[in-house]
């Protein structure tokens, strides 16, 4: 064949080729990591929120907030869509000062009387030893004995702590520790059998250059049913890029096989916290 007919298919290969990509339905996310605090309640009321998510494809979230009100907002707007975690923030007790507040256990007791929530957290630990303060061995107390999660913002230490502390309870680690290398997050996965992880803030260091890293790409195969997605709207701007940000992590899944990264993007979170009425096929 001669050379030009020979580019002339391969454009057409191509062509093809993108075209039977982009027919591929969209893979579904189970975002487990939103927070709707105060700062964005008027700029992104209910409705703008439900629009967001679902222009994102985005059937079901985990959902916690400063203050829990905001949780609260969403879940009874749609208690299908939005699963509350509750936060131990409120007030002047934040991220660097809940692990020593006085009323902690009796404001958690009182919230979690009420049988919605699925976790405590997000919470901050940036200090392994603060997992032995009374507070925090509390939280875990009550955690296990509801038999929901903790999700945890830290790096390895204090997440090594709180599996020595009590081997039963289910922890959620948020952004894989933020900087922990692969190996890191692989170890801690080894440790326990009732840890998991959220990749919020990861998507760049899974993929730089949009490429998926090999190392993060064993890990995956290794440990798929351990890994989900998350967004992490912390501050008000980040729900500005939601829909970005939740393609930079379909880029990565894309480079999976299509059952894996349907177990990271949405199956392992629907097996822990329910499908919801999302149409998820949760084996």
Do not use: C
Not at 104 to 110: D, K, T, V
Not at 136 to 158: G, K, M, Q, T, Y
Not at 175 to 181: D, K, L, Q
Not at 251 to 279: C, T
């Amino acid at each position: 064949m001669h050379r030009s007919s020979l580019a002339v298919v391969g454009v057409a290969l191509a062509v093809l080729a993108a075209s039977a990509a982009s027919a591929q339905p969209r893979l579904p996310i189970f975002d487990t990591h939103v927070h709707y605090s105060e700062p964005a309640w008027r700029e992104y009321p209910p409705d703008a929120v439900d629009a967001l998510l679902k222009r994102a494809g985005v059937p079901r979230a985990l959902v916690s907030s400063t203050p829990d009100d905001g949780t609260l907002a969403l879940n009874r707007r749609d208690a299908d869509r939005y699963v509350p975690m509750l936060r131990p923030y409120r007030g002047g007790v934040g991220s660097s000062n809940w692990f020593q507040d006085p009323d902690l256990a009796a404001y958690l007791e009182g919230r979690l009387s009420a049988g919605i929530y699925r976790g405590i957290g997000e919470f901050h630990l940036f200090d392994a030893r603060h997992v032995d303060t009374p507070q925090v061995r509390r939280v875990v107390e009550l955690a296990i004995s509801r038999d929901i999660f903790v999700h945890i913002h830290s790096n390895e230490a204090p997440v090594r702590a709180l599996i020595a502390l009590d081997r039963r309870l289910k922890i959620l680690w948020a952004h894989a520790g933020m900087s922990e290398p692969p190996e890191v997050v692989g170890a801690l996965l080894d440790a326990s059998p009732v840890l998991w992880t959220e990749l919020s803030f990861r998507a760049e260091s899974i993929a730089p250059g949009g490429k998926l890293d090999d190392a993060w790409r064993a890990l995956f195969l290794r440990h798929r049913h351990r890994f989900m997605i998350g967004t992490d709207t912390y501050v008000t701007p980040r729900w500005g890029e939601y829909l970005d940000l939740v393609e930079q992590h379909r880029n990565w899944l894309g480079q999976l096989p299509p059952d894996i990264a349907s177990d990271i993007a949405w199956r392992n979170a629907a097996r822990l916290f329910g499908a919801g009425n999302a149409r998820f096929a949760v084996e």
